[in-house]
């Protein structure tokens, strides 16, 4: 498997949607010879306010700018469909195809009591340039068993899009770190800065590479346009597992359901 080089376009949220949108335009011009880019949680509007079904505006903009410049983007928004809506990651090839979707599956207290987003109940894997990945959201990594699950489908790297206060920065590292270990993959979070009117908070720009040992590899909380080069992440891997002498801490769900229930059942 080759290398893949990703851009985390972890931009501060302007005012309207429309200046999302420039900024990122002007982001990707930047972007030399990645292969992806990863845009923040709530890309076009950290309000939430914006929404759309699936094609509309925003997805077919992007798929318009993935084939300019020949990239493939991992955009998220708020989507719309009848009456429910979902915190949703949208995956464009570099020709402009949408390859699919990811609705977060693990949702915040405030996507469900003031957003009321209704939750994903699937954990799809993309292939891009042979390389299958997950596109988890935000809160999703703070859930061992979202990533577990897209390992055990395939996946080698993890791309995630963040909105995320300063004070848990911390949190995201050591989360996206033990995520990292536990899998042993491949990890970019890429996380919008700037305050929100809608929940009275302030989001830090940020963006984090992780190797499956665990160590950040590259991490910026400045600049809005980072990069990492990875190597070919089945040497990474395989690399990782030798070191160890491992094989996956689990190679398959384990379900103590069974013994719970039959323990308290011991107990009464």
């Not at 300063?166 to 305050?195: D, K, Q």
Request: aromatic content about 10%.
């Amino acid at each position: 498997m080759k290398k893949i080089k990703v851009a985390l376009l972890c931009y501060r949220y302007q005012n309207t949607v429309e200046q999302n949108m420039q900024k990122i335009s002007s982001l990707l011009e930047k972007t030399s010879d990645a292969h992806i880019a990863v845009l923040p949680e709530d890309a076009p509007d950290p309000d939430g306010h914006y929404s759309e079904v699936i094609p509309g505006k925003f997805t077919t903009w992007l798929q318009e700018k993935a084939r300019a410049h020949s990239l493939h983007i991992v955009g998220n928004f708020t989507e719309r469909e009848d009456d429910k809506f979902f915190d949703t990651c949208v995956v464009t090839d570099r020709k402009g195809r949408l390859v699919g979707t990811y609705r977060k599956v693990q949702l915040s207290p405030s996507d469900r009591s003031t957003r009321k987003l209704s939750r994903g109940m699937e954990t799809p894997i993309f292939i891009l340039d042979g390389i299958p990945l997950g596109v988890p959201v935000c809160y999703d990594m703070w859930y061992p068993e979202i990533i577990r699950h897209m390992v055990f489908r395939g996946a080698k790297l993890i791309l995630a899009p963040f909105k995320e206060e300063l004070e848990y920065l911390p949190y995201v590292r050591s989360l996206t770190r033990a995520r990292a270990i536990e899998n042993i993959i491949c990890i970019a979070c890429c996380g919008g800065g700037g305050y929100s009117q809608k929940f009275n908070l302030s989001y830090k720009n940020f963006g984090i590479f992780v190797l499956p040992s665990g160590k950040i590899a590259k991490e910026e909380t400045q600049k809005e346009h980072v990069e990492f080069h990875f190597s070919p992440l089945d040497e990474l891997i395989e690399k990782e597992k030798s070191r160890k002498n491992w094989e996956r801490p689990f190679n398959r769900v384990v379900d103590f359901s069974q013994k719970i229930q039959i323990d308290k059942e011991r107990s009464l």
